[in-house]
């Protein structure tokens, strides 16, 4: 007896559909798994044959063959028990053959016949409702996750007896609803009017949020710098419901979601701690996961007391930086995992924190510059904002001092020029300045007499790079675009300028 279901596998963050085949025949007893499967899957065999048994479904005693298609394809998972399962169901006619046609199944089996959540269901529900499938059959935990997919209809059981019993007589087991979750986007509990002082970091970080710009800020402990960028994402572009699944796929398969929370509904803001690995960073493992470069995609990924980071994993950040993608490759193959995230890094000014303040500061020059020359020129060359946070005065602490924009003004202000770039690049494919292609920059970026006089002049004076000078541009061409101008201007090309000023002051060449 033969029959055939309907699953997926997961490679990097991919989804390829598998087809589980299953037959029945006539020899010696065993359970033979076949089709490039991982230890983990074979395990399934145990499982599955186990969990039949206790739920009153023996076994025939003969020949067991499941292949898992297409086998060139490694698959690896605990996710394949169910289809399993039900196609051992099927070829011992306990449920119709028919009845599992049109269906795809994940889940992982306990050994009592319960159905365990899995990771990446909503990344398949994706690739079935793409397929044309006209049910997904889960885990009840998943069900949250899947429902939200539209156009598909997502069932979640707790137990495989109400999958069994729902093939053979259609019935859905009666459960008292839960509240419905829909996905809420955009919805922080931090606002900037928080940050006392600090109008200049303000200004930057509305520029990098309105042109997608990476930023650094240097200054001493206790200035502000973890907590204005954790405010970051209040003020950024809001997340559109396309980039909340974009996102949540990714999440979905790093095992990140939960039922409380099917969806993500804010743009990502991770922050790692300066230990992790080189391969917690870029994605690791014989099959890579999303590493922390694609755990902030569409957000914010910010590295605090950036120089404490290991010069290995800083070192990662050079290629994302461009491509806006991380390519790993492993002996099963070559993954890309997107990793288009705007950089935040905060750093001391040296090792006490203190400097140039010498009054506090007691740090020697080789000191400095020894600590400085953690972040290398290359990497340095791709933060477009460089911005120094100076201690916070006693008024502005104790709240004397007028309170600063709110976030949602400052959104505001970045919405205006979001949508000046969305007109300015239709069709492109581009979505913020800094992505802006060398190419075309002067057909996006024009400048007036007085911009290209102060853009040659900081060429020449600051020994700029190519990179460093088409990124002046793409910044002066955002404040352009806040300042509601169609040309780049004097004021713009200086400003922008500034911001790579700062380096000269820290970093000796």
Known sequence: MFSRIRSAAIIGIDVVPVSVETDISDGLPQFTMVGYVTGQVREAGDRVRTSLKNIGFRMPPEKVTVN??????????SHFDLPIALGLLSCMEKVPPDSIRNIMAVGELSLSGELVPVAGILPIALKAREMGISVLIVPEENEGEGRVVSDLQILGFHRLPEVVEFLRHGTLP????GPEKSAQLNA??????????????????????????????????????????????????????????EISGIYSIAGLLSSEQPVVGVRPFRSPHHTLSPQALAGGGKIPKPGELTLAHRGILFLDEMPEFKRGSLEILRQPLEDREIVIARNAGTFHFPANFLLMAAMNPCPCGYYPDLNRCRCSHRDIQLYMNRISQPLLDRIDLCVECSPVTYDELTGAAEAGESSAEIREKVMRAHEVQQARFAGTGIHFNSEIPSAKLSEFCPCDEGAEKVMMDAFSSMRLSARGYHRIIKVARTIADLDGAQVIRREHAAEAVCYRMIDRKYWTR
């Open 68 to 77: 898992l298609a297409p086998a060139d394809v490694l698959k690896s998972g």
């Open 188 to 245: 922080y509990d931090l606002d900037f009017r928080d940050i006392r002082g600090q109008e200049a970091v303000k200004r930057a970080a509305c520029i990098a949020a309105a042109g997608f710009h990476n930023l650094l800020m240097i200054g001493p402990p206790g200035a502000g710098k973890t907590m204005l960028a954790r405010r970051m994402p209040t003020i950024m572009p809001p997340l559109t419901m396309d980039e909340s699944l």
């Open 174 to 177: 009666a459960r008292i609803p």
